[in-house]
């Protein structure tokens, strides 16, 4: 399951790469769309990690129980929310309460983009104590 997730990763870049050197680099519109799919595929990548955590007849590996392996995807979520708040901010910044529409659109994304390594932070110390 995560070599799948890591091939469509790097498929995304590979294309976005190409489209780079053809426009001059991605929009802020577009690189805000790619961190919160980067960041919605590692959540999923985390879900998967939790069910590592669990208790096998052979026991638990420390880098498993520990929840360290969980720590290693909170931090990737994190570092890309920081990276799709920064598209945020260049899509939608001091533009965001131009109409009503385009501050909740731009307050939901926000919320978005800062709760997915909230909870995954969360889950990660929840799954320690199983």
Known sequence: MSFDL?????????????????????????????????????????AVGTKLTEVTEEGRSPFFSQAWFGWCIVGVISI??????????????????KSFGHLILGAGLALGIIAQPIFAAVINVESKRV
Do not use: D, K, N, R
């Open 80 to 97: 890309v929310a920081i990276a799709a708040f920064a598209s945020w901010w260049e899509v939608f910044g001091t533009e965001c309460v």
């Open 6 to 46: 890591i091939a469509a990763l790097f498929a995304s870049v590979s294309a976005h790469h190409s489209s780079v050197g053809q426009t001059g680099g991605l929009s802020p519109a577009e690189s805000l769309t790619t961190a919160i799919t980067m960041e919605g595929l590692l959540f999923a990548a985390f």
